[in-house]
């Protein structure tokens, strides 16, 4: 990457955004020696203006954020950094240093609850009684949801229509899993429809 230190006095923007849910971290600032360390050993680490010397972040908490994609912006002066976060970025122990009023991403985070599900079997899991049911029981209530959204838009009240609503995309997630798809897979799908 052709990075332009320069022109900020060494020092460049970093924005951190979480690779799955794609929801913003942190922001951080990076030299060129904090750069190279970063591509180097595949974590983040910054330049810590407060301390004056590079900082990995984690180096203390072990909430390392590992590095999944770089990009830079347009004039070469700010860098995004897509990451797999080992825990909280925030040093509040929140996981993002922006608060907002709800977690935008939380669907993304539920495909991973999901899929956490699959690999760490909980007993008593929702999810768990229905993968050992298989592959039909799961479509069958895709189906079954995708109906109660219907009837709740045509007769019910838009609380009822969000709940059935919630329900279908939560079978419709548990379906993809079991298919070994994602809503990324869907998400590019349909980025590319729109084109």
Not at 28 to 45: F, H, L, P, R, S
Not at 78 to 106: M, W
Not at 116 to 132: A, I, Q
Request: hydrophobic share 35%; glycine share 6%; proline share 2%.
């Amino acid at each position: 990457m052709n990075i332009d230190f320069n022109k900020t006095d060494g020092l460049v923007p970093v924005v951190i955004q979480d690779e799955q849910t794609l929801e913003v971290l942190m922001l951080g600032y990076m030299n060129q020696e904090a750069y190279d360390k970063t591509v180097q050993e595949n974590v983040v680490t910054f330049f810590s203006r407060s301390k004056q010397r590079l900082w990995t972040k984690g180096e203390t908490s072990q909430n390392f954020l590992h590095v999944k994609s770089m990009h830079i912006d347009c004039d070469n002066d700010t860098l995004l950094i897509k990451v797999k976060a080992d825990g909280p970025s925030c040093h509040t122990g929140s996981r993002s240093c922006f608060q907002t009023e709800y977690n935008q991403n939380f669907i993304n985070e539920l495909e991973n609850i999901i899929a956490d599900r699959y690999e760490n079997p909980v007993e008593g899991s929702y999810v768990n009684k229905l993968r050992n049911k298989g592959l039909k029981k799961i479509t069958q209530k895709v189906g079954e949801e995708g109906v109660e959204v219907v009837i709740a838009a045509l007769h019910e009240t838009n609380k009822e229509l969000i709940d059935e609503s919630s329900d279908l995309v939560f079978h419709l997630l548990v379906l993809l899993h079991e298919k070994g798809l994602s809503l990324q897979q869907i998400a590019k799908n349909l980025e590319e429809r729109h084109k």
